[in-house]
T-cell receptor, first 113, second 114 residues
Framework: GEDVEQSLFLSVREGDSSVINCTYT??????LYWYKQEPGAGLQLLTY?????DMKQDQRLTVLLNKKDKHLSLRIADTQTGDSAIYFC?????????????FGSGTRLLVRP | EAQVTQNPRYLITVTGKKLTVTCSQN?????MSWYRQDPGLGLRQIYY???????DKGDVPEGYKVSRKEKRNFPLILESPSPNQTSLYFC?????????????FGPGTRLTVL
């Protein structure tokens, strides 16, 4: 079945890099997404990667995709206190006619000053 | 500004009292969807709509209704709310071009059913 798994919590010091990991099960997913949710706010799309790519970089964000292992990671360079939030990995199964996103349970990132 | 709006943002109600959460988007998107977010479960899809007058059930539709009479609006209706519907609700919309369509999310509605 469809399933996306993430670790629940990550704590890093300000200025360090953060790496948030995700595994997914549906190999038909064409796009994989990272969303950020700040306290009391909705979900903000951070970045996405097409399944035929291995890596995508966007300023401080680097997404790595290992399609063989169905593993996705989000690296945040020079992590700032403003990066503290919950990060959701999501996949979009091609074979699912509902076009829904399958979300992981979210990783809470805490950035310590 | 392109956005998805939801109202109300916060709602406390009692069991059995019908309520509607509104959702509106100004991006002319065909696709709209409702999710609920519960601790440890991520977001789960309740209902979705491909276009006006076309709606279908998601993964957790029990206890909910929707309608899509206009392209921009997609209200979520709870005819007889129960405490297990206490949750954080998100509306989302996107184009339907067949690949990689970004879903834009509203700010969320926190519902408490007593």
């Amino acid at each position: 079945g469809e399933d996306v798994e993430q670790s629940l919590f990550l704590s890093v010091r300000e200025g360090d890099s953060s790496v948030i990991n995700c595994t997914y099960t549906d190999s038909s997913s064409t796009y994989l997404y990272w969303y950020k949710q700040e306290p009391g706010a909705g979900l903000q799309l951070l970045t996405y990667i097409f399944s035929n790519m291995d890596m995508k970089q966007d300023q401080r964000l680097t997404v790595l995709l290992n399609k063989k292992d169905k593993h996705l990671s989000l690296r945040i360079a020079d992590t700032q206190t403003g990066d503290s939030a919950i990060y959701f990995c999501a996949e979009s199964p091609v074979m699912d006619s509902s076009y829904k996103l399958i979300f992981g349970s979210g990783t809470r990132l805490l950035v310590r000053p | 500004e392109a956005q998805v709006t939801q109202n109300p943002r916060y709602l406390i109600t009692v069991t059995g009292k019908k309520l509607t959460v509104t959702c509106s988007q100004n991006m002319n998107h065909e696709y709209m969807s409702w999710y609920r977010q519960d601790p440890g479960l991520g977001l789960r899809q309740i209902y979705y709509s491909m276009n006006v007058e076309v709606t279908d059930k998601g993964d957790v539709p029990e206890g909910y209704k929707v309608s899509r009479k206009e392209k921009r609006n997609f209200p979520l209706i709870l005819e007889s709310p129960s405490p297990n519907q206490t949750s954080l609700y998100f509306c989302a919309s996107s184009l339907l071009t067949g690949g990689g369509d970004t879903q834009y999310f509203g700010p969320g509605t926190r519902l408490t059913v007593l």
